[in-house]
């Protein structure tokens, strides 16, 4: 783990990139790192933390820092996640996202997700009602 990889600095990431929503902490993004099911993608200028069992690849959370948004980060993350996930065996891939997060699902869709089941009311929001989660699956060649 180098300094731009520990879960401090992952944490504030999450933080400055997730601002509608409950960012992750220190605590929740070292135990995921510490499961051997759990991949690393990135640094923290952008990150993915993926989990893959038994064939099937589902990322957790993708946050590139706002510093560094609108320079290509999500997409070269994406792609190399799901890369490194058929790599290493799975065959399908899972996100979720909110409704309301036009811009991440206009990535998904371009790298291939399809929605397949939407979570009522998921995302809680501050000062406004929650928001569904997007369930979205794509296949690996």
């Known amino acids: 783990m180098t300094e731009d990889t520990t879960p401090e600095a992952l944490a504030a990431t999450h933080a400055a990139a997730f601002t509608q929503s409950r960012p992750w902490t220190a605590a929740e993004i070292a135990d995921l790192l510490a499961d051997r099911f759990t ?9 993915a933390l993926v989990r893959e069992i038994a064939g099937e ?29 058929a790599q290493r065996g799975a065959t399908t891939a899972f996100l979720e996202v909110a409704e309301d997060n036009a811009v ?11 929605l397949v089941g939407i979570r009522k009311a998921y995302y809680p929001r501050p000062k406004a009602a929650a928001v569904d989660a997007l369930l979205m699956k794509r296949q690996f060649p």
């Open 104 to 114: 991440a699902r206009t990535l998904y869709l371009a790298c291939g997700f399809g």
């Open 39 to 47: 991949h690393l993608s990135g640094d923290a200028r952008a990150f």
């Open 57 to 85: 690849a589902e990322l957790l959370t993708i946050a590139t820092h706002p510093d560094h948004q609108r320079q290509g980060h999500g997409r070269r993350l994406m792609e190399t996640w799901m890369r490194k996930a």
